[in-house]
């Protein structure tokens, strides 16, 4: 009768501590989920933020191309003009000593012609 009593209070304690290892685990097991689900919130969050963040890089890279353009073909018509402005500047000169030339030879002309009319 002794033995039976130990036996049944054995029974009784092996079933408590089953409970509470049983207690102890859905907490353990509750934590965990909670942890699994904030580090899936977060890795929503991780993934929005790296799409806006790519998609600005994108824009960005884009701008940047179109002002790269832009750059380039003002330097064309930088270099385009500069070379204008250097024909106009030469012929500039070339007009100027022909007029210096001409006024010159004019004024010979007439003074030549007074020359002969005197």
């Known amino acids: 009768k002794n033995m039976e ?9 092996l079933s408590r501590e089953m409970l509470n290892i049983k207690k102890e685990f859905d907490s353990n097991l509750q934590h965990f989920m909670e942890i699994q689900r904030r580090l899936e919130q977060d890795k929503q969050l991780a993934i929005t933020e790296i799409v806006k963040v790519n998609q600005e890089s994108e824009n960005l890279q884009e701008k940047c191309n179109v002002l790269r353009g832009c750059f380039d073909e003002k330097f064309k018509l930088e270099e385009k003009h500069k ?30 012609l007074q020359v002969s009319h005197q």
């Open 83 to 112: 070379m204008d402005i250097q024909c106009l500047n030469q012929e500039l000169e070339f007009l100027k000593s022909e007029k210096t030339r001409l006024t010159t030879e004019f004024e010979k002309k007439v003074s030549k």
């Open 5 to 13: 009593r130990e036996h049944a209070e054995r029974i009784v304690a």
